[in-house]
């Protein structure tokens, strides 16, 4: 039998690379750091704003998110494995999360996953080629009076069959809901961009640039 080794010296991390956070992530998971009477204890508020920010976590990240905890990244890989809602890959725009508990087996929560994985040509944990799409399961997603049934993001739909499965994959609006929602673990705005310096034209007739447009200020000695 050959095993598969892993060359554990190999650096993960590009040292060269730029911040994996900005600093208004930084400064969003700062803000949690006076509810909780230790920095670790903010683990998972840090790790929902980082994903919902940068759509999932990647190795740099989690090396950012340790040196900001004032964790070991280990501390922050292990947080991350056992829960199987973070991503340390690439994920579609729109996550389907289909239950596989005991109700919704019974009940055909198979059949629907295997249609989903049909329609969308992929397995649990992969996402579509046109990144609409990624699939995964959970072991319950505590609808058990509406099995069987799926997450489309953060909204429930309940009782599908396989027959359902096309026309919720072609619905735009599968995933809005109109309960009011919390947006504590939201991504924060973009940074600011700096406006460009107003472009006037010296004594040379060297312009420079206008604040307002961006573009070159018409002008110059006669």
């Not at 673990?185 to 040379?204: G, M, R």
Request: charged residues 25%.
């Amino acid at each position: 039998m050959a095993w598969k080794t892993i060359d554990r010296n190999a650096p993960v991390i590009d040292a060269d690379a730029a911040p994996a956070l900005s600093e208004a992530v930084r400064d969003k998971i700062r803000s949690f750091f006076p509810r909780y009477d230790t920095k670790r204890a903010a683990l998972l508020p840090a790790l929902h704003i980082v994903q919902n920010a940068l759509g999932s976590i990647s190795w740099q990240a989690m090396a950012e998110i340790a040196e900001l905890l004032e964790l070991h990244p280990s501390d922050v890989m292990d947080t991350i494995s056992f829960y199987t809602h973070f991503w340390t890959h690439s994920k579609g725009a729109k996550v389907i999360t289909v239950c596989r508990s005991i109700t919704c087996e019974i009940l055909g929560g198979h059949a629907v996953l295997e249609e989903l994985k049909q329609q969308l040509g992929i397995e649990e944990h992969q996402t579509t080629s046109d990144g609409r799409y990624s699939l995964a399961t959970e072991e319950c997603l505590a609808g058990c009076d509406h099995a069987p049934c799926l997450l489309i993001h953060e909204r429930l739909h309940k009782r599908v069959k396989p027959e359902d499965v096309a026309g919720l994959l072609a619905d735009p609006d599968n995933d809005r809901i109109t309960a009011p929602r919390s947006d504590l673990f939201d991504a924060p705005a973009p940074d600011p961009i700096e406006p460009k310096e107003k472009e006037k034209t010296s004594d040379a007739g060297v312009a420079v640039l206008d604040s307002a447009s961006g573009a070159p200020a018409m002008g110059g000695t006669d």
